[in-house]
């Protein structure tokens, strides 16, 4: 372990908070996020257990942050600012945030407090992350990134940003937030508001037991793997990434490995791998940090040939009479089928047929000689054409 | 006297379905180029496509607006200069944009008008204030947001405003869903979202000594319909109503464009509502395919009965028979074949503007006039001519 490298984790309740206390190796940086649960996703405490835990942990000379990660509409944000103003602000180190609606409201209320902007979701792309940085001057301090970005994109990102970067570690890797209510219909035995958590499968997906909970803020889903990234640190470090989160907060997770991170990165221990990988409920992956081919799927999803392609457009077979006629339906702007002694056809499946026009009639069998958009006319079979064969001019002729 | 309402903006998936949304009444459409949106499987416009489409639109006096939506990458950034030449070229009348970095370059290199797309899931004053600083014009609500707040948004930034009127709707927030992503390894924030959320799943629940099991389509939305709700949409001054469903049927795009309008077009005459009319429009919008519909959080907060907990994916009252390509007065209409029908049947033509007339299929012919028992889908076939039937009318028939 690099001691330029800070480890960013959550806090709960006043035993998690002695736990690091007496535990952890004081070279070791260690950040808290602290919450509340009309904040944050997944904190359960009251305002009251909030300070209580903040005035704590700012006698242990923990830096502590204020994580404010929910998205609100109009009517609750309201509700959230107003708690925002009773608390002590002056006593976070900084506010995590990720609506933008958070960010223009602390840019502008606080604006000497530091802000560790949130984009998770997206904010893939150097232009946009730059801008962020550029909108919120000096009281950007931290950027937390997308686990979707590969390292190669980190390493040049930590390089192009005058900003740190934060990442995820280990931890759940969240995949679904819906402000809904899905859970408590289906169980119908819950409580306003308590949390719910169970784990979904469905036949139609290859992957089993996907974390769920639902709770004030609505519900969430979380991948079938936990993201391991822990045997990357001093990869990490290399790339100038200094500030690591780990997430315990789920599976009793704090209990059963923040010993072996505190470990970790004391650098008393190299390889926890093993350990959490046996004592982790989920199997753990390394998600898009190796690469990221996300969007290599697309090219398949569609076929590029039943598309028209350029100015020698004319139209697309939309009717085969076998041995008799084809229909075709002009797409593109006025034709003089006169001028045109063939065009050139390409199917569906990528060959190309020529068509010569030995005849052009209408639906009413009139000739036709030429013919405007839209309009339908029959011209020759052609052996091997079928309905959504492209036709062009043939730029030989 | 006029009363003023709000723009119809449909979809269009595709340059034919462009063309029925104009046709049947939308103010303007929303479509895609091949890349930088959300719809990877629609067909989209290509460039020639494109300049066609807005020439189509725009001579009929509909705005054009393109999505450029996708959460960027950084390689599909260095592609988005030259496509946003060609659509200053073409002179479109908005992009859609959820992403700073592309909105950065938009502004940066062209002087198009953007409008923040619902991906971005702008939900509060204090955000739309933050996406104005960012040079956004108009901004989409997240579907999370009521009519009455979207009403305090506007109040406080002057922006316009667009709401999504009707069509499906994701159940997370939209922008914050990656189940594609970690499990098809498809982007769904780049157009490749594979509809887990329509899965049913079987759910285990954590109780405190035990696992129970239960199955449901717990993540699954009914679709939004917000026809009743125009009155407050009007009365909140929302700029733009949205339609959902670029990926939806030429049926789709021109039924709810069709009902929207004759909707908007009543309240701009007359300056109300009749419930007769509203009954009527209500059951039009049922002949659509479609989940069953619920108000969303158009008036309050969606709740449990906004779940779609079912198997079926969609409800079929009326299925669309084909596309008219030709209509030759007094003898036949040329129409491209959707779903199969037969001599006998009785279909329903939909015309721009005036209401649905029947039709009766006296004779069913391919275009050499050969008898046919049954149309084929993909196939072009001859039929009676209606009065009044043009070119691009619907054809539909009861399922």
Known sequence: MNHSQTLVTYVRNIAELNFLAENHNPQVKIELILGTSLLSRFFDNSEHELIELLRKARQMNFSVTLEWDVLNQEDRFLKTIQLIEKLPMHDFFAIRVQDPGAVSFIKEKYPWLKIHLILENGNHNLIGLKKWS??????????????????????????????????????????????????????????HDQTIEAFGTSEESPHSGFPLIENLHGTFMFNVKDLYLLDQLQALNEMGIHFLRVDLRFDDSFNKFSKTIL??????????????????????????????????????????????????????????????????????????????????????????????????????????????????????????????????????T | MSHWTPELLSPAGSLEKLKVAVLYGADAVYLGGQKFGLRQASDNFTYEELAEGVEFAHSRGVLVYVVLNSFLHDKDLLELPEFLTLLVDLKIDAVIVSDLGVIETVLSLTDLVVHLSTQASCLNIESAKLWQQMGVKRIVLGREVTIQEARKIKEATR?????????????????????????????????????????????????????????????????????????????????????????????????????????LGHYKKHGHFLSDDMLNWESELRKVSHRDYTTGSLDVYAGVDSIYNQRVDEDNEYVVSGIVLEACVGKHLLVDVKSAFMPGDILEVMPFKTPIENLSVTFLESLSGVSLPKSKPGSVVKIPYILGAEKFNIIRKKA
């Not at chain 1, 550029?134 to 009281?139: A, K, R, S």
């Not at chain 1, 697309?316 to 702007?333: F, G, H, N, P, Y």
């Not at chain 2, 407050?232 to 990926?247: C, H, Q, T, W, Y």
């Open chain 1, 134 to 191: 550029e909108f919120l001057g000096p009281q950007l301090d931290r950027l937390v990134l997308s686990n979707e970005l590969s390292k190669e994109l980190l390493a040049d990102y930590s390089k192009a940003l005058s900003i740190p970067i934060e990442i995820l570690t280990f931890g759940r890797i969240l995949l679904f937030y819906s402000p809904r209510k899905l859970l408590s219909p289906v169980e119908k035995k819950a409580v």
């Open chain 1, 263 to 396: 470990e970790l990165f004391a650098g008393t221990i190299t390889e926890p791998e093993m350990s959490l990988r046996q004592n982790n409920p989920r199997p753990l992956i390394k998600g898009f940090y190796n690469i990221n081919k996300s969007d290599v799927l697309f090219a398949k999803l569609k076929n590029k040939r039943t598309q028209r392609l350029d100015d020698f457009y004319i139209g697309e077979i939309v009717d085969v009479e076998r041995d008799q006629q084809l229909a075709l339906l002009v797409k593109s702007t006025h034709w003089d089928l006169s001028q045109l002694p063939e065009v050139k056809m390409i199917t569906p499946e990528g060959k190309e047929k020529i068509l010569q026009f030995t005849w052009v009639k209408s639906s009413l069998g009139e000739s036709v000689k030429s013919v405007e958009q839209n309009d339908l006319v029959l011209v020759p079979y052609v052996n091997g054409v079928t309905v959504k064969t492209q036709v062009y001019l043939n730029p030989k």
């Open chain 2, 159 to 263: 922006l316009e405003i667009e709401m999504f009127v009707h069509g499906s709707m994701c159940m997370s927030f939209s922008g914050n869903c990656v189940i594609s992503n970690y499990t098809q390894g498809r982007d769904s924030n780049r157009g490749g979202c594979a509809h887990s959320c329509r899965f049913e799943y079987s759910l285990d629940f954590k109780n405190e000594d035990s696992m129970e099991n239960k199955k449901a389509y717990f993540m699954s939305s009914k679709d939004l319909e917000g026809i009743r709700l125009l009155p407050e949409f009007i009365e909140a001054g929302i700029d733009s109503l949205k339609v959902e469903g670029r990926n939806k049927s030429h049926h789709y795009a021109g039924t709810i464009s069709k009902v929207y309008s004759e909707a």
